[in-house]
C-alpha cells in the first residue's frame, strides 16, 4: 500500500520544535526534517539516537597510532638500524621520544580522515550525488517536516499539523520504498 | 550558608597532627654526621636505595663531581642529601598546596575576564580554595627565609663559598648567575610574587562580597579590570616564581619552556581540586544551581589541562633528549636513571589515565569517575613537583617515606581547614553577578 506523506512548512524553527514534540505525542511518524540550519534540540525532540561517530574516530585513532608504530619499528629498528647522528636504533623504546611526533600525527589523521569518510559513507553524501531536496526553500529560511499518514486519516493529520503552526500543508505519494 | 562539620575538622586536624608528627620524625631521623650515614647505610637502612649511592656524583652538583670519589667526601655528600630530606619534603608538599590555591585564583580571573556563563555559580568555591593562598604564602615565605638565612642547603646556590672567587667551591657558573641569583634580590621577587597575588585575591574577594550587595555592575566591572591586569602581572611572575623556587635547584640548567611547564601543572590541579570541591559540597546538597554539565565543563578542563601539561612536559624532555647537550641533558639523566618510576610513572598518572578516563562524554558527568580520577591526577602532580625538586636536593638517596606523607598530610589538612573554614563565610551563590542567571541555568 503506497502511503501518503504530509510536508508542512514551517518558518520558525521555535514553531518547528514545538510542532515535533506535538506530533510526537500524538504518535504520528516524523520522516524526516528539512532544515536551513542545526536546529539545537531537534534531534532530541525527534528522538534520534545519539551518534556513535565519535567512538568509530577513537577507534581509528588507534589504527594510526598501530601503524606508526608498526611503520617505525620495522623502518628504523627492525629493517636498517643504521646510527643516525648517534640516536640508539636499539629497541623501539629507546628511540620513541624522536617517534612521538609522527605517532601523534598519524593518530589525528586517521581519526580525523576516516572519521569523515565514515561521515560521508554513513549520511549517503558523495559528489555528483542527486540532491534530495523536496522544496528548494528549505535550504534558506524554511522548515519542513514530513509526516508519514500510515493508516491515519489524512484529513485528521493535516488540520492538526496546521494547529501546531504549519504555514503550508501539501499531501505528497510516498515514492520511497521502506 | 555553608556549615563546617564538627567531623571535617577533626578529620582536618587530624590529619595535621598525625602529619605533623611525620615532619619532626623526618628532622629527627636525619643524620647528623657521617658517621651516621655509615651506620645507615651498613644496616642497609629504610630508605630501601641502600644500594643506589655508587651514582651519587652527580654532574650537577657542581664542584662535588671530583671529590665524590674519595670515600669520605663520599659519605660527606649523602649526609648533605639526607639532611636535606626532611627540608625538600616539606617544600615539595608545601608548594604543591599552595598551587593549587595560586591556580584556582588564576582560574577564576581567567573566568571574569572573559565573561564566562557557565562558571559563577562556582565563584564561591574558587574563592574558598583561593582563601589557602595567604596561608600558604606565609609557609613558603618562611622557608624560604630559612633557606637564605642557611637553616637549611636545599637551595645550593645560596651558599656564598660558590661566588667566592678565593674559595675552592668556587662556582664560575652559579657565580656568572649571581646578578639574578642572590638572595636579598631572591627576596625581594618573592615579596612581589606573593605581594601581587595576595593583593588580587584580597581586592576580587571584597568585591566579589560587595557585589552581592551592590545597586549596579560596579563591583563586577572593578573585579574584570582587576583580573584582566592580574592576568598580565600573574603570567610574568609565575614565570619568575618557578625559575626562582624550582629552576634554582638545579642552578647550572636552564629550560625556556619551565614557566608555562610549571603553569600547566598548576592548572591542572587547580582545577581538579575545584571540581572535587564541588562536587563535595554538592553532594551535602549545599550548591543547588550546579548540575552535571558544570562538572562536565570542569571535567574537560582537567582532561584538556592533563594533555597541555603533557604536552609541555614531552616539548621539554624531547628537545633536550634530541638534541643531547650536555649541559641540559644531566637534568634528565638523573631523573631517569635515580627515578625512574616516578619520573615516567606520572607521566602514566597525568597523562594515560586521565586521558582514557575522561575522553568519554558521559563519563564526564560522573561524579565518582571525576573524583577517582582527580585523585590519581593530584597524586600525580605532586610526583611531578617531587622530581623537579628531590632530584636536586637528595639526589639518589630519595624516598617516599615518612617526611614526604607526614608533609602531605600536614598541608592537606590545613588545605582542607582553611578552605572550608572560609566556605562558610559568605553565601555559596554570588547573588548579583550579571552572569549568574546564565550559569544557573547553564546545561551542555
Partial sequence: MASKVIHAIYNDDDILLNAVKKVRDEHYHIEEVYTPFPVHGLEKAMGLADTRIAITSFLYGLVGLSVAIIMMNYIMIQDWPQDIGGKPSFSYIEN???????????????????????????????????????????TDDHFLMVVDTGNHDIEQVSSFLSSTGALEISIHENDEDH | MYTLPNKLKLFAIIFMVVGAVGIVSGFLMAPKTTSEVKEMM???????????????????????????????????????????????????????????????????????????????????????????????????????????????????????????????????????????????????????????????RWVSRRNSLRDDNAEDNRWFKKNFKASAIFLVFFIVTESM??????????????????????????MVSAITVIAMVTIVLKSQGYLEHVNDSHIHDLAKYMFGFSIFWTYLWFSQFMLIWYSNIPEEV?????????????????????????????????????????????????????????????PATVGASWFIGLPEIGAIMFFFGLFVLVVFTALTKAPLLAKRNPFIKESKHFHY
Wanted: charged share 15%.
Fill in chain 1, 96 to 138: 620513541m621520544p624522536a617517534f612521538v611526533p609522527i605517532m601523534f600525527e598519524m593518530t589525528v589523521f586517521f581519526a580525523a580522515h576516516l572519521m569523515v569518510i565514515t561521515f560521508y559513507m554513513r549520511s549517503k553524501l558523495w559528489p555528483f550525488k542527486k540532491a534530495e531536496n523536496p522544496d528548494v526553500r528549505t
Fill in chain 2, 241 to 266: 616564581m618557578s625559575w626562582d623556587w624550582i629552576m634554582s635547584f638545579d642552578p647550572h640548567w636552564f629550560s625556556t619552556l619551565f614557566g608555562w611547564y610549571v603553569f600547566a601543572g598548576m
Fill in chain 2, 42 to 200: 651498613v644496616d642497609g637502612h629504610g630508605d630501601g636505595h641502600g644500594g643506589d649511592h655508587a651514582v651519587v656524583d652527580e654532574s650537577h652538583n657542581g664542584g662535588h663531581g671530583e671529590e665524590a670519589h674519595d670515600d669520605e667526601a663520599h659519605y660527606e655528600h649523602v649526609l648533605h642529601q639526607l639532611q636535606n630530606r626532611p627540608w625538600s619534603a616539606l617544600y615539595v608538599a608545601s608548594f604543591f598546596f599552595f598551587m593549587i590555591a595560586l591556580g584556582t585564583l588564576a582560574f577564576y580571573a581567567i573566568q571574569y575576564a572573559a565573561q564566562a556563563g557557565w562558571s559563577p555559580v562556582l565563584f564561591r568555591v574558587m574563592e574558598g580554595i583561593t582563601a589557602y593562598l595567604p596561608v600558604a604564602s606565609v609557609i613558603i615565605l618562611v622557608l624560604l627565609l630559612l633557606s637564605a638565612f642557611h637553616v637549611n642547603h636545599i637551595f645550593h646556590w645560596m651558599d656564598p663559598e660558590l661566588v667566592n672567587p678565593e674559595s675552592d667551591h668556587y662556582d664560575k657558573l652559579i657565580a656568572g648567575k649571581s646578578s639574578f641569583l642572590n638572595v636579598p634580590f631572591f627576596l625581594i621577587r618573592a615579596l612581589i610574587f606573593l605581594g601581587g597575588w595576595n593583593l588580587y
Fill in chain 2, 330 to 390: 644531566t637534568y634528565f639523566v638523573t631523573r631517569i636513571e635515580d627515578y625512574n618510576l616516578p619520573f615516567f610513572g606520572m607521566v602514566v598518572m597525568n597523562f594515560v589515565f586521565p586521558v582514557l578516563m575522561l575522553m568519554n562524554s558521559d563519563y564526564k558527568r560522573v561524579n565518582w569517575f571525576v573524583i577517582l580520577t582527580g585523585i590519581v591526577i593530584l597524586v600525580g602532580h605532586y610526583i611531578d613537583v617531587f622530581n623537579m625538586v628531590m
